[in-house]
């Protein structure tokens, strides 16, 4: 059975956010005692300890960044490679769908907003294409934004840009044009902008009506908690667009990921928005319909998945310390 990502109901009044933080922990308890993580433990020669959740969390992460930490700071697609056994790929992959690493669909027939969250560059092009698949499935979307930053195009980036009809040299040119290929211009974009001491630190946001009365749109390219050290991560963009974009009515929000981000995107979404802005929040992964491209398909081989098992580990460890933090939910946990 596969476990469903974390998500949050609403609510700024001191019972819903308790039900709702109690209802967050259990699911994450569920997700780390689970018998396809356990099973994944094993493949690589560790045995899944009796802990309490925050304990179980602090050792998951340590096992992780032993035997699934590919990256080291990289971005994804200049990862090493992973030697793994047939054994290990095998259950990775099975795995990772149990796990919550698989194309979803919402909850609810209406959302204010759907945050688009940024990515490669394939993801300048499939995410949209969910969001408009959504719509046509009678989904109400007011709005729909890109979040990202000012990231460059990498490694292999800058030729798959060109291959799916791409100009531009980073990520936000591939939002902007992905959003704009799926639903089209009204009107000339309104342009807000902010610069910065270091580059890393500049931000940008883009908004225009889409064609023939579809939603409105938007492209966040947000600056980084932490200029001097890196670009701005996922929960920095939730956290810009919470505090600088959003608002006032836009209350119900749906975050389009990627189906392997899914569990981590979730985990920093409800801290951000649903936890830190009292908002609700949902996530889930783009459909395989929206995602095929054809020959210039992401494929996500079982390294990825694992990677990805380790930033949802990462990701719901900060939840649960973000819940222990939050004073008028601590009851819950």
Not at 93 to 112: I, K, M, N, T, W
Not at 129 to 143: K, P
Not at 321 to 329: L, P
């Amino acid at each position: 059975m596969a476990l469903d990502a974390p998500r949050w109901v609403g609510g700024s009044d001191a019972e819903s956010r308790l039900v709702a933080a109690a209802a967050t922990l259990r699911g994450i308890e569920a997700w780390a005692t689970s018998p396809a993580l356990a099973r994944l433990v094993q493949s690589f020669g560790g045995e899944l300890p009796s802990l309490p959740l925050r304990g179980l969390l602090a050792w998951l992460d340590d096992f992780s960044e032993r035997h699934w930490d590919f990256r080291k700071g990289r971005e994804r697609n200049l990862a090493s490679d992973a030697v793994l056994t047939p054994q290990q790929r095998d259950r990775a992959l099975h795995s990772a769908l149990e796990l919550g690493l698989r194309p979803s669909l919402p909850r609810s027939d209406h959302y204010d907003v759907a945050l688009l969250t940024g990515g490669m560059v394939r993801a300048g092009v499939v995410k949209p294409r969910y969001a408009a698949e959504l719509r046509a499935r009678g989904v109400d979307i007011d709005s729909v934004v890109f979040l990202g930053a000012f990231r460059p195009f990498a490694g292999d980036e800058s030729a798959t840009a060109l291959a799916l009809g791409i100009s531009g040299t980073d990520e936000v040119d591939a939002m902007e044009q992905g959003l704009v290929r799926q639903f089209g211009r009204a009107d000339k974009a309104i342009v807000r902008e902010g610069s910065s001491a270091h580059p890393l630190g500049r931000w940008r946001h883009s908004t225009w009506q889409g064609a023939g009365g579809g939603p409105r749109l938007g492209v966040v390219a947000a600056p980084s908690s932490e200029p001097l050290a890196r670009r701005a991560n996922t929960v920095d963009t939730f956290e810009f667009w919470a505090e600088r974009i959003r608002q006032p009515h836009e209350t119900s929000v749906l975050v389009i990921t990627t189906p392997i981000y899914v569990p981590y995107q979730a985990a920093c979404a409800v801290q951000v928005l649903g936890l830190g802005h009292n908002l609700a929040v949902e996530t889930v992964g783009v459909s395989n319909t929206a995602a095929d491209l054809g020959e210039l398909s992401q494929r996500f081989e079982p390294q990825h998945h694992l990677q990805e098992i380790r930033s949802a580990i990462r990701g719901y460890r900060a939840l649960v310390a973000s819940v222990d933090a939050s004073a008028d939910v601590r009851g819950s946990a």
